[in-house]
């Protein structure tokens, strides 16, 4: 089952720089796209999310972009701190349904 | 900040031996979910639970695994005969449809199951 794919492992970036993280889906039944956060030993923590309907969301240093035509989304985190640093899950899912994740990237912000 | 407890942090068992795995949710949310991680591996869907019934479930959730809410606030997976594939982090996650549009499930720690 891959219905939601992030194809880089890993990515690492200088404090201060944009971190992009991409995630494409094959679902086009998808109502909305969620982004979660994960340290080691604690559950992943929802970041932001984007409905189907808008192609841009902001809060704060995090921003995400739905193209819905590529079925492409991005994660973009502008300016990238060492406290960004954990793997990212990109998230799908329909209204008050399971969530269908990809296998996660792991940002590493350098000092 | 409410948030989503279980216990135990983790479960060491042997193969064939029952588990309970528990999750407080957040208070006020009424869907509740069990997710699992195996090492290595994406954290996949289990099970979805609603007006004290399962709404949704994977086919990773045979006959061997349950359900309940047992009261207002526990909600407990049960796994009746554990195999060595059931070694993983399980999540328990609640939601609330009033508070957010884009069905944004809150996370609990995570309880570590290692059969043996």
């Known amino acids: 089952d891959q219905q939601v794919k992030q194809n880089s492992p890993s990515l690492s970036v200088q404090e201060g720089r944009i971190s992009i993280l991409n995630c494409d889906y094959t679902?086009?039944?998808?109502?909305?796209f969620l982004w979660y956060k994960k340290y080691p030993a604690e559950g992943p923590t929802f970041l932001i999310s984007?409905?189907?309907?808008?192609d841009k969301n902001e809060d704060g240093r995090f921003t995400v972009f739905l193209n819905k035509s590529a079925k492409h989304l991005s994660l973009h985190i502008v300016p990238s701190q060492p406290g960004d640093s954990a793997v990212y899950f990109c998230a799908s899912t329909g209204a008050n349904s399971k969530l269908t994740f990809g296998k996660g990237i792991t940002l590493s912000v350098r000092p | 900040e409410p948030e989503v407890t279980q216990t135990p942090s983790h479960q060491v068992t042997q193969m064939g031996q029952e588990v309970i795995l528990r999750c407080v949710p957040i208070?006020?949310?009424?869907?509740f979910y069990w997710y699992r991680q195996i090492l290595g591996q994406k954290v996949e869907f289990l099970v979805s639970f609603y007006n004290n019934e399962i709404s949704e479930k994977s086919e990773i959730f045979d006959d061997q695994f349950s359900v309940e809410r047992p009261d207002g606030s526990n909600f407990t997976l049960k796994i009746r005969s554990t195999k060595l594939e059931d070694s993983a982090m399980y999540f328990c996650?609640?939601?609330?449809?009033?508070?957010?549009?884009?069905?944004?499930?809150?996370f609990g720690p995570g309880t570590r199951l290692t059969v043996l």
């Open positions: 208070s006020n949310h009424l869907y």
């Open positions: 679902n086009s039944m998808f109502d909305y």
């Open positions: 996650a609640s939601s609330d449809p009033a508070e957010s549009s884009y069905n944004e499930q809150f």
């Open positions: 984007i409905s189907s309907i808008k």
